[in-house]
């Protein structure tokens, strides 16, 4: 088939503080009233539906118009509010189980609650729905099924915070509307409405996004081109229709709220869109301040899109025993195009060690010159120090608490004077290939500074991977580099914007290739090839059971006259208690850092299983807390080696909105006999985001 729709979005602050955070709020730009309420955004839209059995399907933007925003794309799309309870389960923050689904009989009570004859003549039943527990991935509310036909008339469903297992939740309502066409017995969806209500810290928000359908053909006649990989395209001029068009083609009129925040948002982005407002804003927030020395600086020049400044130094002081106490610079330079998408960016770090008495720096210049295939070059150089395993083993912010505190050097740093070139682009739909050339000398390092606050009688193990004494290690060699990775994600979906596009995984996992040649230019230049295969896939369904992540890697040297360390294969390790979470599908957590490096050719997987309430559902207390379990399994194999680290731990730690933590239990198994185990604690991207990433 194929049909029009009109969606109309709105979502408005219901209850808002005077302050949040010691800071006063005031009207927040203009948005809140006297009643401390307001729009946060507000548009409409006009898109045509297509469709074939059984999943082709294409969204077509035809007009859009957002409040306060001339040039705004709305964000309305079916495909996100596309509820099917014909479906065994809905996606809605996770798998959530349809009344009338195959197993449904497990999970609900069901209670005739009325019968009726609709508009249309037909005999209609109207049935209460209950979960059989509140905590389950269950919807409550009515259904109402036509007698003869058994298909749905229409729905009231409600789903709450502790069934999807999302704490700022308070109610999600969905209210669908069936009407027939024709004498085939085609019941398509006519209306759909979705109401919901959240709480985030002491702000209450609400908002309904409304859908109508009109216009269906049933027999369009598509091309055999017509579907594709692009599910939803916005139509160039999306933007241009007046308010006369819309008032021809709104099909229900706005309300008063509605009409004056167009009035309003209209006026205010009129005022602060214009040059003289835009430039007095710029001198006010561009005022150098002589506490922005320590604080950090950022200046806008809003009308050329150009932002620039430096990083607070305080924020930047670390510790290694190699360069002892540090400090740092981070300036940047960022230009963007009018759609805010950087096409040029140049960032640089200046860091002095107070043990080691050496400047040490390095700089990015990156050149994005095609926005819509991903197309950049980049430029990087320095003189700088460096893990082995360039990856990361750990964050600066984590080395520096595991060398002040427990006296443990993770980090291993060997100098590098380098100097690199980077092209990277879509080749073609979910294809991708990356290319790189570098030069660099390297040599390695050692301690400094024995300086921590505890364990001051010990001393910390040398400064190379395989911790030998000093005197015993050496490394000191060039290296000219060429590498290529080449990405693919077969049968990628994509939504095409003007501009860009957003790409979405065509439900299989990702593929990269790299392979990587050392060129000796001379006896002490490193001399290799090497070759990496690897797949990952970050969510798989597995329905009401959560889902699965997954990562496979193999890879083996073709040639190794002459591999630096930094060359070798590097695994993550953890056998500390604490690290960040991101990393775990390629993380062996009871490993240290460089136990496993090698030149050894190796197959290694990782996987996560997590169950998002399926165990937890069931347990009292644990129900309302909303932590969930998580599986997992790590492997390394390779010749006359195994190693396998089974765990399992529980998830969803959060306070308000913000995920804090996961907490595992993992043990360990060496060529088939048990070796440890270990706690560790995963923090969140939170916490990632302001303390550095590994």
């Avoid at 729009?39 to 898109?47: A, P, V």
């Avoid at 309300?255 to 869109?273: G, L, R």
């Amino acid at each position: 088939y194929q049909a029009e729709l009109y969606i109309k979005a709105l979502m408005k602050i219901i209850d808002a503080p005077k302050s949040f955070l010691g800071q006063d709020l005031g009207t927040m730009d203009g948005i809140l009233d006297s009643t401390r309420q307001g729009i946060l955004y507000f548009s409409e839209s006009l898109s045509r539906i297509n469709f074939a059995p059984p999943s082709s399907y294409k969204e077509e933007l035809l007009s859009s118009k957002v409040s306060g925003d001339d040039r705004g794309i709305s964000v309305n799309q079916f495909s996100y509010a596309n509820f099917n309870f014909y479906k065994e389960n809905i996606q809605l923050f996770r798998e959530l189980i349809s009344p009338i689904a195959d197993n449904a009989l497990q999970f609900y009570n069901y209670y005739l609650y009325e019968e009726f004859i609709d508009d249309h003549g037909h005999k209609v039943y109207k049935i209460k729905v209950k979960p059989k527990s509140g905590f389950r991935p269950c919807f409550s509310g009515f259904l109402y099924i036509n007698e003869d036909l058994f298909n749905l008339n229409r729905l009231e469903l409600n789903i709450s915070g502790e069934a999807v297992k999302n704490p700022i939740v308070d109610t999600i309502t969905i209210q669908q509307v069936f009407l027939p066409i024709g004498n085939a017995g085609f019941w398509p969806l006519f209306t759909q409405n979705v109401n919901f209500k959240i709480r985030i810290f002491t702000f209450v928000t609400g908002g309904n996004f409304n859908y109508i359908f009109k216009n269906y053909n049933l027999e369009p006649g598509f091309e055999k081109s017509f579907f594709g990989n692009e599910v939803f395209r916005v139509k160039e001029d999306a933007i241009k229709n007046d308010e006369a068009f819309w008032r021809d083609n709104r099909p229900i009129p706005l309300t008063i709220e509605e009409s004056e925040d167009y009035v309003k948002k209209d006026s205010i982005a009129k005022v602060t869109s214009a040059p003289a407002y835009l430039d007095s804003v710029d001198r006010v927030r561009n005022k150098f301040r002589l506490t922005d020395i320590f604080f950090g600086y950022n200046a806008v020049h809003s009308q050329k899109n150009i932002s620039y400044g430096f990083s607070s130094p305080l924020t930047t002081i670390q510790f290694n025993p190699v360069e002892g106490t540090s400090f740092s610079a981070h300036p940047y330079f960022r230009k963007a195009n009018k759609d805010d998408f950087t096409l040029y960016r140049l960032k640089g770090e200046a860091r002095y060690g107070l043990a080691d008495r050496t400047f040490k720096w390095n700089g990015e210049a990156r050149w994005s010159f095609n926005i819509l295939h991903q197309s950049y070059i980049r430029l990087n150089g320095g003189n700088d120090y460096l893990q082995y395993n360039e990856a990361g083993i750990v964050s600066p912010l984590g080395n520096t608490f595991y060398s002040l505190v427990l006296k443990e050097n993770t980090a291993k740093l060997f100098r590098k004077k380098y100097a690199e070139i980077h092209w990277g682009s879509e080749l073609t739909n979910g294809l991708s290939a990356a290319i790189s050339v570098s030069l660099a000398n390297r040599n390695g390092l050692v301690n400094n500074s024995q300086k921590s606050w505890f364990r001051k009688d010990r001393f910390y193990e040398p400064n190379n991977p395989f911790n030998v004494a000093d005197a015993e290690f050496a490394f000191s060699d060039q290296i000219f580099k060429q590498s290529i990775t080449l990405k693919w994600i077969p049968a990628q979906k994509y939504q095409q914007f003007p501009a860009h596009r957003v790409r979405i995984t065509g439900g299989y996992p990702t593929v990269y290739l790299g392979f990587e040649k050392a060129t000796p230019l001379s006896n002490n230049y490193a001399s290799y090839s090497k070759i990496k295969l690897s797949l990952l896939d970050s969510y798989v369904s597995a329905n009401i059971l959560g889902f699965f992540s997954y990562r496979f890697e193999a890879a083996a040297f073709i040639d190794k006259t002459r591999v630096g360390l930094p060359d070798y294969f590097h695994f993550r390790g953890n056998d500390l208690v604490g690290g960040f979470s991101s990393p775990y599908l390629q993380t062996f957590k009871l490993q240290s850092g460089y136990e496993f490096s090698s030149t050894n050719a190796y197959v290694a997987g990782w996987f996560e299983h997590h169950f998002e309430g399926f165990i937890n559902d069931k347990i009292p207390v644990l129900n309302k807390l909303g932590i969930t379990g998580v599986f997992s399994c790590s492997a390394l194999l390779r010749d006359q080696f195994s190693y396998i680290e089974p765990g399992f731990g529980v998830e969803g730690f959060k306070l308000g909105a913000i995920d804090l933590f996961r907490m595992d239990m993992f043990w360990s198994f060496q060529n088939g006999h048990y070796k440890e185990n270990g706690f560790r604690v995963g923090f969140s991207t939170f916490f990632e985001n302001i303390f550095g990433g590994e």
